[in-house]
């Protein structure tokens, strides 16, 4: 297997922007190391944010060039931490998005020109650490509004939020994701329902977060399972295998020209 072929130019970003930041060796050759492992054993790219810098005032940099080149945007809090972008999709990065107003912020400026499919958002836990989930809800519901008005052509999805059974969000988890549901229903969003993930206690060690291998793979799969058919990487193959039978096939005895003999 040749590894360069998966330093690819988001990789390659990452590395530029560590560079521009001024961050130490030790801490990209740590990154970069677990990225090596990943890529051996063909798992997921844990890379937390692809397309984000920050400056030395703190401000964060979208680099919305590199963005809008991929199939699949993910907008997300640090639910989406250890999940590799590159396991939802091959061509996919995360833009972190840690609150409603953060989400409302990028979805404003996010571009009209774009091969963008499919844009997936996690956000709203934070929000609800706060306070009551109604108003933060309100405030995304509007979000993926505007997504849908931006980008007419690509699909919307909203990822549950997790809480497992016995954290002190569990309750305005559930209201909240259970609207969430209802909303994405009659708007036309894909809803990904990550419910499953909650009866398995050790993916979601802390409550709100996916354990770092099995809980995100999990998460990673859920997304994946939710993408439009278009999209899945699991079809890919299907799509570019010539069909079987010569009789389906162009040139075949019922291909282009083929004439049906009468019978005598």
């Not at 809008?68 to 996919?92: E, M, Q, W, Y």
């Not at 833009?95 to 020109?113: H, M, V, W």
């Not at 997504?147 to 919307?156: E, V």
């Amino acid at each position: 297997m040749n590894l360069w072929t998966d330093l690819d130019n988001q990789l390659v970003h990452t590395i530029l922007a560590y560079i521009r930041d001024g961050k130490s060796y030790a801490e990209f050759e740590r990154d970069f190391k677990v990225f090596v492992e990943s890529v051996v054993s063909k798992k997921a790219l844990p890379i937390k944010s692809m397309v984000v810098s920050t400056d030395s005032r703190g401000q964060k940099t979208v680099d919305w060039e590199l963005a809008i080149r991929s199939k699949v945007v993910i907008l997300a809090d640090s639910t989406f931490d250890n999940v590799g972008p590159r396991g939802v999709h091959p061509s996919c990065v995360r833009i972190e998005c840690y609150t409603a107003s953060e989400l409302r912020d990028l979805c404003e400026q996010f571009p009209e020109n774009h091969s963008v499919k499919c844009v997936i958002t996690g956000v709203g836990i934070n929000n609800l650490k706060h306070g009551s989930w109604e108003g933060p809800i309100q405030e995304i519901q509007s979000c993926l509004s505007l997504l849908q008005n931006k980008l007419p052509d690509a699909s919307i999805m909203y990822s549950s939020m997790l809480s497992k059974r016995g954290y002190k969000l569990f309750d305005s988890v559930t209201s909240a994701n259970a609207e969430m549901k209802r909303f994405c229903s009659l708007k036309h969003i894909i809803f990904a329902d990550n419910d499953d993930m909650l009866q398995i206690p050790a993916l979601i060690p802390d409550g709100i977060h996916p354990s770092p291998k099995d809980g995100a793979t999990a998460l990673a799969n859920s997304l994946q399972n939710h993408l439009p058919k278009y999209l899945s990487p699991r079809l890919r193959r299907s799509h570019s295998q010539p069909r079987r039978g010569g009789g389906a096939q162009r040139g075949g005895p019922r291909g282009r020209g083929y004439r049906k003999t009468r019978e005598t």
